[in-house]
């Protein structure tokens, strides 16, 4: 504290000193001076002017902030997803590792940097309107939800990603923060199961067998063969009147009824069977 009086002697200007006393009861505060020297007609100090202030509980806010954005840094280099962090005015002020191998870039090459570079050129307007719209306080299309949407790799590449966006203040600005994976593995095995399930269903609509799936006592599939036999229409298969013993002769219903108490009770049931059906 000394050396902060010495140096507020020598200089003519104002000056801030920070400093921490002990008060009578043993606790210890920030105080916050402001200083200013006054001198006699020879240029030496005459007297020195002053106000103090507490500023412990300033000092406690700024460190917890400090302590939760180092946090946040352990939590986010620490993510296999690719977090990104922009400002109001949408440059990036935080990425890690991931989003480096996620999009091509070294580190130095984004920050400070628009985040529309890892956007497609055709999307790049909508991106940008969308942060401008929701800083004025308007309407917050994917704040809170998850969204896919396409990025944009430094070769050019695109590639399918799930978003994650969140906005939160700092500093009294708007940050927004965002956790992107890569979907692209996703969106292939979807494809490779429509697919599949096409030729699934192509193969069944042409047997020559009647062909049908019941799920607690409802017909989920039939295929074409199945309504031409019965002489029924999918429509009245589908309705929730329709009752699988509907189609089954008087003489045969003992046999349905049984093999679903089977079912219901987790018996392994004969694959093939027979029973008299009735048409319409």
Known sequence: ?????????????????????????????????????????????NHTRGTFQDVTEHVAAISALHENEHKFRSVAESATDAIVSIDHAGKVIFLNQPTEVLFGYDSEELYGKSLSVLVPESLRNKHEDGIKRVVSGGRENVIGKVV????????GREFPIELSLSKWQHNGRMVFTGIIRDISERIQTVAKLRESEDMFRNVIEHSNDAIYVIRENKFELINTRF??????TPDEVKSPDFNLLDIVAPESKSVIMERAK???????????????????
């Not at 000056?15 to 006054?38: A, S």
């Open 227 to 232: 309504t031409e036999i019965l002489g029924i």
């Open 148 to 155: 896919e949407l396409i990025g944009l790799h430094k070769s």
């Open 1 to 45: 504290f000394s050396d902060h009086i010495k140096d507020a002697l020598l200089t003519k200007e104002m000056m801030n000193i920070d400093f921490r006393i002990v008060q009578k009861n043993g606790n210890e505060i920030n105080i916050r001076g402001i200083t200013n020297n006054f001198y006699d007609s020879n240029g030496k100090p």
């Open 262 to 280: 089977l079912r219901e009770l987790g018996e392994t049931l004969e694959p093939q069977y027979e029973f008299v059906a009735l048409t319409k």
